[in-house]
């Protein structure tokens, strides 16, 4: 079975605000390690920033709807990597 991860990461990242959390920064590394098909890594990311707080409602939503797509698609689904 192949995972869709939803078209998370497909344009460009979303900008941060002006004083970014470590929250916002962590955010933007969960997306470039789903960019890369890291995705235990940009689970783990995804976590940290909702955990460590966003600054701006449109990065929550990211996060929020990235950890959801991993809580849904299947763990040993997401330890490789689909070309």
């Known amino acids: 079975m192949r995972v869709i991860i939803y078209p998370l990461g497909s344009g460009p990242p979303p900008s941060l605000p002006e004083t970014s959390t470590t929250g916002d920064n962590a955010l933007l590394l969960a997306l470039r390690a ?3 098909m890291d995705y235990v890594h940009a689970m783990t990311l995804a976590n940290e920033s909702l955990e460590q ?19 849904w698609a299947p763990r040993d689904e997401l330890l490789f990597k689909f070309s």
Request: hydrophobic share 45%.
């Open 34 to 36: 789903l960019e890369a």
């Open 53 to 71: 707080g966003i600054s701006w409602d449109i990065g929550r939503a990211e996060a929020l709807n990235l950890r959801g797509t991993f809580k």
